[in-house]
Each structure stands twice: as structure tokens, then as C-alpha cells.
T-cell receptor, first 116, second 111 residues
Framework: EADIYQTPRYLVIGTGKKITLECSQT?????MYWYQQDPGMELHLIHY???????EKGDLSSESTVSRIRTEHFPLTLESARPSHTSQYLC???????????????FGAGTRLSVL | QKEVEQDPGPLSVPEGAIVSLNCTYS??????FMWYRQYSRKGPELLMY????GNKEDGRFTAQVDKSSKYISLFIRDSQPSDSATYLC???????????FGDGTTLTVKP
């Protein structure tokens, strides 16, 4: 059972508002990820972090930003929300295990964001 | 061309059927092969993972990897309505950190 938590689960907000989506994991994983997924569509990696103070942009360009000040916490921020940001945002974490370096990702339940 | 191609579906089967879900890939560096199940409006849940070629069984689920053909499969025996979900394959190389996901196959098991 993966212990990775996302809040809020659902968020409806007006255009122009600043929002922060929270993601926390209690597994001590060093790697964390943010994905964007529209209904019925594929996952798109938008940000990832390999450790504290390390963040990288993913394969899909995003106007969001992330920070990694603590191992367990990887918040995602949108400075000015727009309707085009409406989507589901999924957080994941993984760890290097054993000599073979397993990096299996475990996902949170997601935040479903609607921007009006 | 995508690194990972997954049979698009959707797939609809009667309860009790054997289901086969498949992915192909092009990157020969992939060593870890995962299957996730995602229920509607939820995050993906890790079902199984295998390292390199071979089979792995867990209850009604069997994961199969054929690295020579760059082909992986997930078999579900005695499928149940509760198996109705989207199934995602994912792969990564050793120490890669990032996984490459398929687009998902939506399965419906009808009672």
C-alpha cells in the first residue's frame, strides 16, 4: 500500500487565481513526479524531482511550478489559473531499491482541477 | 513514433473471460515492466512489475515479458466486473528514474 497523499481531491476555482496543489509521501522516497491527465487520455509528465532542491521540467510544457524543500513534500503551484489548466493532476513517488535500482512509481489519488 | 504502444481498446468481455492486454516498445534499454490499474477518477495503482524477460503470476493476474520481441502482456483469468478499469503499461531502464507509460486500455467486464 502506497502512502502518498494529494490535497485537495477536487478544486473549482475562478480564472486568475493562484493555486497550490499539495502532495506528500511518507515512504521516504527520493524521487517525486507530477503528471497531468485529461479524462480518458494518457499521462503527461510535467515535473519531476530527484531529491531536495532538485526539480526538472517534464515532457509536457506546463505553466505550473514546483518546489522540493523537504523530501516528503512536492507542491505544484499555478500563479494564475486559466480554463486551459482544467485537468486531473497526479503526483507520484519512487525510490531506488536494491542493487538493480528499482524505481517503481506509486501514485496518489489525484486532484481534479476545474478553472471557470 | 512513441516508445511504448499499447493496444488502444476499449475492450468489453463477459464475466469469467480471459483477458489479454498488450504493449510493444522500441527502447531496448527498458528493463523494468509495470502494469497499473486505474479506476475512473482515481490515480493509477501498481498491479505488478517484472524485471527483464519471463512470467510473473499474482492470483488471477499474469504478467509476461518477451524482450526479444519487445512485447509485454497482462493476462487476467476469470475476469470480474470489479476488473473494469483502464490498464496502463509502463517501462523504464535501470536507474532511469522516469517511467514511460502506454496510453492505456479501457476494459469493461460485463456481468
Amino acid at each position: 500500500e502506497a502512502d502518498i497523499y494529494q490535497t485537495p481531491r477536487y478544486l473549482v476555482i475562478g480564472t486568475g487565481k493562484k493555486i497550490t496543489l499539495e502532495c506528500s509521501q511518507t515512504m521516504g522516497h527520493d524521487k517525486m513526479y507530477w503528471y497531468q491527465q485529461d479524462p480518458g487520455m494518457e499521462l503527461h509528465l510535467i515535473h519531476y524531482s530527484y531529491g531536495v532542491n532538485s526539480t526538472e521540467k517534464g515532457d509536457l510544457s506546463s505553466e505550473s511550478t514546483v518546489s522540493r524543500i523537504r523530501t516528503e513534500h512536492f507542491p505544484l503551484t499555478l500563479e494564475s489559473a486559466r480554463p486551459s489548466h482544467t485537468s486531473q493532476y497526479l503526483c507520484a513517488s519512487s525510490n531506488s531499491l536494491g542493487l538493480a535500482g528499482e524505481n517503481i512509481q506509486y501514485f496518489g489519488a489525484g486532484t481534479r482541477l476545474s478553472v471557470l | 513514433q512513441k516508445e511504448v504502444e499499447q493496444d488502444p481498446g476499449p475492450l468489453s468481455v463477459p464475466e469469467g473471460a480471459i483477458v489479454s492486454l498488450n504493449c510493444t516498445y522500441s527502447n531496448s534499454a527498458f528493463q523494468y515492466f509495470m502494469w497499473y490499474r486505474q479506476y475512473s477518477r482515481k490515480g493509477p495503482e501498481l498491479l505488478m512489475y517484472t524485471y527483464s524477460s519471463g512470467n510473473k503470476e499474482d492470483g488471477r493476474f499474469t504478467a509476461q515479458v518477451d524482450k526479444s520481441s519487445k512485447y509485454i502482456s497482462l493476462f487476467i483469468r476469470d475476469s470480474q466486473p470489479s476488473d473494469s478499469a483502464t490498464y496502463l503499461c509502463a517501462m523504464m531502464g535501470t536507474n532511469a528514474g522516469k517511467s514511460t507509460f502506454g496510453d492505456g486500455t479501457t476494459l469493461t467486464v460485463k456481468p
